[in-house]
């Protein structure tokens, strides 16, 4: 995906250390191949950071500076730019000190990065170099939370000389001499901008976005919320079908279901394996599109399919096949009422057989929709089905 055009957005959390935009600017101006040119720059910060900014990167033109060195002229900053992180009451943080001031900051910039990855022609460049380490650890989580897999995370590396200089926001074509000077005021040596090194390390995270649901505001929300699906999708046990056994195992829990039971939960369980609309996706969780109205499994292509899983259960010639046909195949499928008392006996079946109540929503076939027009399926995870012959 990465040779499509994006518009590209540079993401900073920031404390009172403006020096790691315009470095991370140079970072992915000059030192990345290719090299990466920002539309829009955003800047999270406290307000002794922005007035720090805005003191340092605006009022003494040292971004401006940095710009026209470069020839990168089509980026700005300026208030909207700027993002002030709020407290309980609304009020701009001046400083993160308290933890209710860290859950303001993790909620903040949570909810920003949502935002900015809801456009899927943007992607994100976001530096974690800035600001107190709760600002960069929620950063890096809210990419892990929403990032799509071309948005990017970054650590700037500056020489340890340069790192902490004043002075030193970038490195200049031209070369400039520093002063090294101690707590006094007292020159220790002269640094040589030429020998500076500046470098972007891109840094991997794991993409939890789509694979999990999160609908939760707050950061410790969505955190509750993702572990809560990944506890799932890892406890459930699988559920495997062994047609010539005629038994439906849900872990190592062995189920009985009667002929016409078996091969009814069999084909919904086919749906999920074989009819999901979203193939690419690895895990199921609340998608329902598998899910067929009761007119679709009462229809003869759904009876044939049935048919096919009854035959390798009984073989072809036990007259058991033929008895199914013969009631059944005259009426052009199994028909709505036959399904639903069906599956009221399958669910009665499993809630006696699975001892953990908590799995039985998953394994049971759920309806969904309005009275009249609701489709059936089962909830458990496409992943943890084998059907077996």
Known sequence: MDQKTYREILIFVTGTTPQIVTETLYGLTQECQPPVFPNEIHIITTSNGKQKIEEELISKGRL????????????????DSIHLIKGEGGEPLEDI????????????????????????????????????????????????LFGR?????????????????????????????LELKDSSGKVLRKLHTKDAKISLAELPFIRLREKIPLNGKSF??????????????????????????????IGNVGID???????????????KLGGCHFPERTYCLDCTECFPYLGDLSKKKALDEMVKDYQKAYGPSSGRVEEFLRHWEKKGGIDPDTLRQNISKI????????EDE?????????????HGSKRYGVRVEKGKIVVES
């Open 97 to 144: 000190r308290e933890d209710f001031h860290n859950e303001a900051v993790g909620d903040f910039i949570v909810n920003f990065i949502k935002e900015k990855t809801q456009n899927m022609s943007t992607r994100l460049h976001c530096s974690l170099a800035g600001g107190r380490k709760t600002m960069s650890f929620y950063l890096g989580s809210a990419l892990q």
């Open 358 to 370: 908590t799995l039985y929503p998953y394994f049971a076939i759920t309806p969904i929709g309005k």
């Open 257 to 271: 279901m009667v002929a016409m039971q078996m091969v009814l939960y069999i084909n919904l369980l086919r749906r």
């Open 347 to 354: 669910n009665k079946t499993l809630k006696e057989n699975i």
């Open 220 to 249: 410790k929300e969505l955190v509750n919320e993702g572990q809560k699906e990944i506890d799932i999708a890892s406890l459930q046990p699988s559920v495997k079908v062994n047609l010539s056994e005629k038994v439906v195992y």
């Open 149 to 177: 897999p071309w948005d990017k995370l970054y650590h700037v590396l500056v020489s340890p000389e340069f790192e902490s200089h004043p002075e030193f926001y970038y490195k200049p074509r031209k070369d400039k001499v």
């Open 64 to 79: 401006l500076g940095f710009l026209k060195e470069f020839g990168v002229l089509d980026i700005t900053l300026d208030k």
